[in-house]
């Protein structure tokens, strides 16, 4: 059972940058966020390989970056250039699989989220 902890939501205004974390206790394959805002679905926003190839969600490419720390176990996003429809609750999750997209099915371990607002 892989663990995750994420942290580093919080409220900015349209146009900021924020930085979100997640500490893993183990690795995998494949590492990746999604978010979900209320009332919606959730939604894969990007992903990394353990060789470093990274997928991005076409609302988000240009504008966020997904890197990993393999020695520190921790995964990162960086989003710039926020928009209020950013506002989410964003996930960490791990996938244990050979595969590594944005989609859900390639994941198995799950974040307890961490909260994005961006709001003028």
């Known amino acids: 059972q892989v663990q995750l902890v994420e942290s580093g939501g919080g409220s900015v205004r349209p146009g900021g940058s924020l930085t979100l974390s997640c500490v893993f206790s183990?690795?995998?394959?494949?590492m990746g966020w999604f978010r979900q805002a209320p009332g919606e679905e959730r939604e894969g926003v990007a992903a990394?390989?353990?060789?470093?190839?990274?997928y991005f969600a076409d609302f988000v490419r240009g504008r966020f970056t997904i890197s990993r720390d393999h020695a520190k176990k921790t995964l990162y996003l960086q989003m710039n250039n926020l928009k209020p429809e950013d506002s989410a609750m964003y996930y960490c999750?791990?996938?244990?699989?050979?595969?590594?997209?944005?989609?859900?099915?390639?994941?198995?371990?799950w974040g307890q989220g961490t909260q994005v607002t961006v709001s003028s």
């Open positions: 999750a791990a996938g244990r699989g050979r595969s590594c997209t944005t989609y859900e099915r390639a994941f198995h371990y």
């Open positions: 183990e690795a995998s394959n494949c």
């Open positions: 990394i390989s353990a060789g470093g190839s990274r």
